[in-house]
């Protein structure tokens, strides 16, 4: 098989970028965390009020810089109580879903979490700025989606 | 000409393509003035329904039925008339294609599948919508094999020669046609059909998302594929040069149905039940076709050069002024290529794995998808009907409508760059896609996405009118071409189909056996998908009942 001189030069530069690109993504994903959302964690959706630590939604202090956020999402709005978290410590957003597919999305933020029923998503964010958050939900799950939303506030 | 029984057969395919194209493109226009407040529906009729509607008439049944006309047009010219087996199979795929179309229709319009063309369970819709999906499938299975068989025949006859280029690469495709096809088989038949007929009570919902996946991304290089084989197969022609090199355009080929199948898992990215090592190779096989892609970039630089410079061009650029502008059928598939470049690169965004989280979801996806399948795809489709409709039917492609198709293409340029560009900047300020008219109780950060000049409700709403207005024109152009304009009697009105020669005597026989193609294919398959998909179904949390939320 015969390769143009050129394109062997195009080719290889190619690759070379996508070796570099690559190597970039990876190591900043695997040696400084930066994951998208996710998780392995199950739950039965049917069960989720008795399932800690859905059984009480909203925000809990873990430690001095840390706090946790347990949240269900369900058509057409999210069980969430409140929510009132710190600048500049480390926010673990928990998240599962009573019935159909939705999003946890922050506007303004990295937060962009698929919510499947039966999975428990989870992320954690650090707010920079105080204010008060958009959240929606970006997954189409019937009728009212697009009145699915809530607010956080970040003092 | 090809043979008449064989036009008919196209034909008939065209024709269920643009029935689609007219409906899809319709529901189109109504979202954007849904979507700015200015049009309410009546009470029987959805956002949702509409949604579902435009994707599923234009991603799936416009792009398909499109193809199989191209492949049957191009396989009857390349490779020989059809066998009588041949062409009974290619109806019978045909009207089972036809038949789970209106079945899957009917489902939408009566309300019964507002659940989008991913139907992501639990969202369940009648079980009567994934059997019309089901019989989709298997017809183009049965129209798939029937152009094998035919193909087999050729090889039978030829033996040891490698086959004609368009016949190779309409093989690659419909090869990675049927393994995509698998995962949505397998979702379809196992989980979603026995789940809404209340046979089975519950369903896996990440194992059927991580299925639907398998089969949505090669999904979109089934569409990519054959508007390639215009571009390496058909542009060389109307510019007046060979294909480049035959041996690289096959390579370019096969590399396709390499990777292009284990790669779905960059689409749920941003989702729990898979994990970060698997997400993250799959981002790597993802990345892998940019090698295909970068070598399909240099085929079509070098084509145009090589005219430019035999027709007298001279300095590094002067080959772009002899290109032949004034063809329709050439500056069509040159501004779907143009677009690509961005596409393309919109595309490696969304599969860098972390970065997905930027644009997962928001209208920056639906913007992207408007520059890779919605103008890429879709104006290479437009670019070929102009000449194929009146190759088939015999009739003139005449001054008039060589002009309206010039107007038509522009008009699809314009509509699309003001509503992608609005999409991809909508999606990075944070606006969802697939919602309704929403203000979220007038939030202030909802406000201010819309506040911009390209951002605002009306450039995307003028975008949609003015895509809307070219796709009747070429709604218009269709019609005349297949019943109206004059039948071409003298020779040299006389459409043809413009079929370049490739230089096979240079091209290692390795490339066309496709036991070793398919044999990787399956090998990279099962490294990418056997651990995590097993790990669904035996770590899988108590399945989901299924939900009707509209």
């Not at chain 1, 920079?128 to 970040?154: A, D, Q, R, S, W």
């Not at chain 2, 690659?172 to 379809?188: E, N």
Request: proline share 4%; charged share 10%; glycine share 8%.
């Amino acid at each position: 098989m015969h390769f143009h001189k050129f394109e062997k030069i195009w080719l290889i530069f190619g690759i070379i970028s996508l070796i570099v690109f690559l190597s970039i993504v990876g190591v900043t994903a695997f040696s400084h965390d930066h994951h998208p959302s996710g998780g392995m964690d199950t739950i039965d959706p049917e069960k989720i009020e008795q399932t800690a630590p859905f059984d009480n939604p909203g925000v809990t202090q873990i430690d001095d810089d840390t706090y946790q956020v347990a949240i269900v999402a369900m058509a057409f709005g999210y069980t969430a109580p409140e929510l009132r978290v710190p600048a500049g410590k480390e926010i673990i957003f928990k998240v599962t879903s009573k019935d159909v597919v939705h999003s946890f999305t922050i506007d303004d933020t990295k937060v962009n979490m698929m919510v499947v029923p039966g999975q428990i998503t989870t992320r954690a964010y650090t707010f920079e700025k105080p204010g008060k958050y958009l959240i929606l939900c970006n997954e189409y799950c019937g009728t009212g989606h697009h009145f699915m939303f809530t607010e956080i506030e970040v003092y | 000409m090809i043979a008449l029984q064989d036009r008919k057969l196209a034909l008939w395919y065209i024709a269920v393509a643009y029935i689609a194209f007219l409906i899809g493109t319709l529901m189109g226009l109504l979202q954007v003035f849904i979507r700015n407040d200015k049009l309410q529906l009546p009470a029987w009729l959805d956002y949702y329904q509409i949604l579902t509607a435009h994707g599923v008439l234009l991603a799936l049944i416009y792009t398909t039925f499109f193809i199989f006309a191209f492949f049957v047009t191009g396989m009857s010219k390349s490779i020989g008339t059809f066998g009588p087996k041949v062409r009974l199979f290619s109806w019978i795929g045909f009207w089972v294609t036809l038949i789970g179309t209106v079945l899957a229709t009917a489902m939408i319009v009566a309300g019964e599948a507002s659940v989008l063309y991913t139907f992501y369970a639990p969202l369940m819709a009648s079980g009567w919508y994934y059997v019309g999906l089901a019989l989709f499938v298997v017809g183009t299975w049965i129209s798939s094999f029937a152009l094998i068989g035919h193909y087999r025949v050729w090889r039978k006859n030829n033996k040891g020669e490698l086959s004609p280029l368009f016949a190779f690469m309409t093989i690659t495709t419909i090869v990675l046609w049927l393994i995509a096809c698998l995962g949505v088989v397998a979702t379809v038949l196992f989980q979603y059909i026995p789940w809404a007929f209340g046979w089975s009570d519950t369903i896996n919902v990440e194992l059927s998302r991580s299925l639907f996946w398998f089969f949505g991304h090669p999904l979109v290089y089934f569409w990519l594929l054959p508007a390639y084989i215009a571009w390496y197969v058909i542009v060389p022609k109307i510019l007046g040069v060979k294909v480049f090199s035959d041996s690289l355009a096959r390579l370019a080929f096969v590399l396709f149905i390499l990777f292009s199948i284990p790669v779905g898992f960059h689409h749920q990215l941003t989702e729990p039940g898979i994990s970060n090592f698997w997400k993250f190779l799959q981002v790597v096989l993802t990345f892998m076709v940019i090698i295909p892609s970068l070598m399909t970039a240099f085929t079509m630089f070098a084509n145009f050069e090589i005219s430019g410079r035999k027709k007298g061009a001279t300095g590094l650029f002067g080959w772009f002024k002899k290109l032949p502008w004034k063809d329709v059928r050439f500056t069509s598939i040159f501004i779907a290529m143009a677009f690509f470049i961005p596409g393309g690169a919109g595309g490696i965004i969304n599969a860098s794995f972390q970065l997905n989280e930027v644009v997962h979801n928001t209208l920056w996806i639906v913007g992207h998808f408007h520059i890779t399948v919605g103008t890429p795809v879709a104006m290479t489709f437009m670019g070929l009907t102009f000449w194929l409709i009146p190759y088939l039917t015999g009739r003139k492609f005449t001054k008039s409508m060589q002009i309206l198709a010039f107007v038509q293409i522009i008009t699809w340029s314009i509509g699309m760059l003001l509503m992608s560009t609005a999409q991809h900047i909508l999606g990075l300020l944070g606006a969802p896609r697939r919602t309704a008219y929403s203000n979220y109780n007038n939030h202030p950060s909802a406000m201010e996405w819309f506040d911009g000049i390209l951002t605002s409700h009306v450039t995307m709403a003028v975008g949609g009118s003015i895509l809307f207005l070219s796709a009747m024109i070429l709604i218009y152009i269709v019609v005349m071409s297949m019943f109206l304009s004059p039948k071409a009697v003298k020779v040299e009105d006389q459409v043809e189909f413009p079929m370049a020669e490739s230089d096979k005597t240079h091209t290692p026989k390795w490339l066309e056996n496709w036991w070793i193609w398919i044999g990787i294919a399956f090998a990279l398959i099962i490294i990418a998908y056997a651990i995590p998909l097993s790990s669904m179904i035996m770590h899988a949390p108590p399945g989901s009942e299924g939900f009707k939320t509209w």
